[in-house]
């Protein structure tokens, strides 16, 4: 009986070993380098941001269109408040810098930065394609992703689709930065002869 008993478990082992062994684990970073792979194949994007900037002791509620390359570099237009609507600004260079044909946007600094809040989106796109991936794992039934860190950190949620839908700038450990993201497509399918035109 003993015998028989053994002829029974060495197969039984040996099946749940290799069960084991088939199993292919998810690498959380798989997502966003493929992610970051194709923000640079295709050359940035566009995705308009329901964003909440925090300016000192100020909350700015913004509705944001946004046309940017891998490096953070192209325009940004306010759809809302109505009340400076269509101001456009041109984010240039890796530090953010603004330039407005017309109208300037006097909302001041991001708390603890002098990054501008029109210059944020930019700022996320650069960290999505070029700055180091702290950690990454499921939370709430979505991937998050962390860029940077230190002095400044880019909190990143992405969707099923693999494109992100919600972002967080830290300046410090302080958010003072966040935005819905919608509309999210690739920059390579837009028509930036319209969505780049200043219509403020």
């Not at 039984?12 to 380098?33: H, I, Y």
């Not at 990054?115 to 991936?133: K, N």
């Amino acid at each position: 009986m003993r015998r028989i008993a053994w002829t029974l478990a060495v197969p039984m082992m040996l099946l749940f070993l290799l069960c084991a062994c088939g199993r292919k684990e998810t690498d959380p970073l798989q997502a966003p380098m493929d992610f970051r792979g194709t923000l640079l194949a295709q050359g940035g994007c566009h995705f308009v941001a329901e964003a909440c900037a925090e300016t000192g002791d100020r909350a700015w509620e913004l509705t944001l269109d946004c046309v940017l390359d891998a490096e953070g570099s192209g325009t940004v237009t306010v759809l809302a408040p109505e009340t400076i609507a269509g101001v456009t600004a041109r984010i240039e260079g890796t530090d953010g810098s603004l330039s407005f044909d017309t109208l300037v946007l006097g909302l001041g600094t991001l708390s603890d930065s002098e990054l501008a809040p029109a210059a944020a989106p930019g700022r996320l796109v650069r960290a999505w394609a070029r700055d180091w991936i702290a950690s990454a794992g499921a939370e709430d039934g979505s991937l998050l992703v962390c860029y940077g860190g230190q002095a400044m950190e880019v909190r990143t949620r992405f969707g099923a689709d693999g494109t992100p839908v919600q972002a967080e700038l830290l300046q410090n450990g302080k958010t003072c930065f966040t935005a819905e993201l919608q509309n999210f497509e690739w920059k390579a399918g837009t028509n930036d002869e319209t969505t780049e035109e200043n219509v403020g």
